[in-house]
């Protein structure tokens, strides 16, 4: 038996239950046994919440709508970038590091070729994020991807308005005990921003995003992120 989260739609600030729910776990990492384990999560979670309608967000879903909404599909954009880009990429290109980053290089990379570049674990501690110049700080803790992901998620109104049918989110392959940032978590946050109809007051600026989801002012960067290659200062606002 194991124990995983399952993001349940919330109401108030973090706009997400976490439902730590035991299930039992097929061990393997072929694709049949995370789905094994992945049916025996819904399963465990249903009989909690019966009348929850559950999707998986990662490429290992087997719902179209979950595998559209990993992050290595999802797609951003800005009106900086040439082209849409997955939300993986542009998650791993703003990392600032102690010796390096953000690496924007990694924007035209393969979502999987972004997240195993080994400039990402080799450049020491990370002390932000970056995106266009415009500087993240590691707290909250979720801040710069949920912002990412739920911007995107926001840019696909096809996607969001299959996804507002769904009450729970899981990612199998997260693991709490291991990762920070979840697909799932993000996905939960969006709905119940949408739902209650503050999901565009959450995202027509930074300070009210933290402030509807976190409940906290914006704090202070504690490190000076570099540039992006092109040297655009474009905030958010500019999408």
């Not at 109401?11 to 094994?36: C, D, H, V, W, Y």
């Not at 291991?178 to 995202?203: D, H, M, P, T, W």
Request: one cysteine or more; hydrophobic letters at 40%.
């Amino acid at each position: 038996m194991a124990k995983r989260p399952v993001f349940k739609i919330g109401t108030n600030i973090p706009f997400f239950r976490e439902i730590n729910t035991e299930f039992q776990f097929f061990p393997g990492f072929s694709m049949a046994q995370q789905k094994k384990s992945m049916e025996s999560l819904h399963q465990a979670y249903n009989r909690l919440f019966p009348e929850d309608k559950i999707l998986e967000v990662s490429t290992r879903s087997e719902a179209e709508l979950g595998t559209q909404l990993s992050a290595f599909n999802l797609l951003f954009r800005h009106q900086a970038l040439p082209a849409p880009v997955p939300v993986e990429n542009v998650f791993q290109s703003g990392k600032v590091f102690e010796h390096g980053g953000p690496y924007t290089d990694l924007l035209n990379k393969t979502p999987r070729e972004a997240k195993k570049d080994s400039r990402l674990r080799e450049s020491g501690n990370l002390t932000a994020f970056c995106f266009m110049g415009e500087n993240f700080p590691l707290e909250p803790k979720t801040f710069f991807y949920d912002w990412i992901y739920i911007n995107a998620l926001n840019q696909n109104p096809e996607l969001a308005e299959q996804l507002v049918k769904y009450q729970a989110f899981t990612d199998i392959a997260f693991n709490p005990a291991r990762s920070v940032n979840c697909q799932a978590r993000s996905c939960a946050i969006f709905v119940s921003l949408k739902l209650s109809g503050r999901l565009e007051q959450a995202l027509h600026s930074r300070k009210n995003f933290l402030a509807l989801v976190y409940g906290r002012p914006e704090p202070e960067t504690s490190a000076e992120a570099q540039p992006s290659a092109e040297g655009k200062q474009l905030s958010f606002e500019d999408m």
